[in-house]
């Protein structure tokens, strides 16, 4: 006779493996006093440029590094390496994300004691690296004026799970008669309370108070390594 | 689609609890939040792909969602969320960003038949 079916209590979470090496790479960023952004976006909306801007331009003061992920090519990497900072790609074959394992895998061979900033840029997808996790200080999503207001709204989850949002391309804003308003609201709405930059990688609109950002936050996070 | 790499996690956490216990899983119930990333549909086909030549392989997955819960900072309360579209109170309107419940990928209970001993 077949014993009757039971219930047993669980309880794990199954995202658990990724948080774990999350939170050991976000000790060692820490204790290594580099703060690690991650950029999260659609495809097309400018992520490359933008951080191929930010690295020329941070790299005149900073030590800076990127990790980027792509589906398929290396194009991006080639692309970076022209701000002269070390790059890094991460391919990921058909995974529409990074995982922490691989960022942490990615960063074998490298010292973080001579970085002061690392980026890491993820696979073009506003869905599903909202769900991990890759041990950043800083998660910052990234939408394009040419993508429409919309965005948030539409993509609540990443929004949601971002530290600061940035609206890039604003040098084509009259173009596409895009709402900075509109835009704001939703962000807001999403999530009340998001810094949110305007830039143009382009022409450097806006750059500066958003690197701003970034270095006050490098110092506050070497204050408290120090107290 | 990161459903699938989600499913295969399910299956490998049900599969390692089963061959702790010694026991064969009917059902795993998994709680998902709507600010997972996760969508139940996709995870729901995708199950059925992970378990194939597992010892989960004709199991069910029983989701339970997990509707958003935000902390009021001005009402110093927990309310639920009315729109995933709007994050504010739902009893006075401010605006809230604190996520206490919504975020949930987890296996919370295992439907299990112990194994008849000659099958161990």
Known sequence: ?227 | MHELSIAMSIVELAEEEAARRGVQVNAVHLKLGTLSGVAKEALLSCYEMACENTRLQGSRLLVEDVSIVIFCPRCQAQRPLSSVQLFCCSECGTPASEVVQGKEIEVVALEIQECAPNLV
């Open chain 1, 1 to 227: 006779m077949r014993p009757e079916p039971r219930l047993i209590e669980v309880r794990k979470n199954v995202l658990k493996q990724n948080d774990v090496v999350a939170r050991s790479l976000r000790e060692r960023f820490r204790a290594a006093g580099v703060f690690v952004v991650s950029l999260v976006s659609s495809p097309g909306s400018g992520k490359t440029a933008f951080l191929e801007e930010t690295l020329t331009l941070l790299r005149t003061h900073y030590r800076v590094a990127a990790l980027v992920g792509d589906l398929a090519t290396e194009n991006d990497a080639l692309r970076l390496a022209r701000s002269q900072a070390p790059v890094k790609q991460i391919t990921t074959g058909t995974l529409c994300h990074l995982e922490a394992a691989m960022v942490q895998s990615a960063l074998e061979g490298w010292d973080l004691n001579q970085l002061d900033f690392l980026f890491i840029e993820n696979v073009g997808n506003l869905v599903c690296p909202a769900s991990y996790d890759l041990g950043e200080e800083l998660r910052l999503v990234l939408i394009s004026v040419t993508e429409g207001e919309d965005k948030p709204l539409k993509y609540p989850t990443i929004f949601n799970s971002s530290d600061v949002a940035v609206v890039t391309k604003v040098d084509l804003a009259a173009a596409v008669e895009f709402s900075w308003e509109t835009a704001y609201n939703n962000i807001q709405a999403v999530r009340p309370g998001m810094p949110v930059f305007r830039l143009s990688a382009k022409t450097g609109e806006g750059m500066e108070k958003y690197l701003g950002l970034l270095t006050t936050r490098l110092a506050e996070l070497r204050q408290a390594a120090a107290v």
